[in-house]
């Protein structure tokens, strides 16, 4: 999996890792966050799940962070050996 900038089209921002699947839904993110003032908060808001599908109509496009997130980012990813819910 790639970790990688999302926009969404309603104007979020998110990093995860991804990977994109040939059929919809077309994402399947990995420990999602959403990025709001350059801080990194839970995404989804409201739930303790760990993965998220997208639909390819909610993406507006995905791109490589910056150093500085991406840091923020990996240094706040659950431990290796977390199962994944």
């Known amino acids: 999996m790639e ?3 999302i926009l969404l ?3 979020t921002y998110l990093i995860s890792q991804i990977s994109e699947m040939e059929m919809e839904p077309s994402a399947f993110l990995a420990d ?3 990025i709001v003032d350059g801080e990194l908060r ?3 808001r409201y739930s303790n799940q760990r993965n998220v599908l997208l ?3 909610s993406l507006a496009t995905l ?3 910056d150093p500085e997130i991406l840091s923020e ?3 706040n990813l659950p431990p290796d050996d977390e199962v994944l819910q």
Request: no cysteine.
């Open 3 to 5: 970790i990688k900038l």
């Open 9 to 11: 089209r309603n104007g």
């Open 32 to 34: 999602p966050m959403e």
């Open 42 to 44: 839970q995404f989804p």
């Open 55 to 57: 639909y390819s109509e």
């Open 63 to 65: 791109a490589t962070p």
């Open 73 to 75: 980012y990996q240094a």
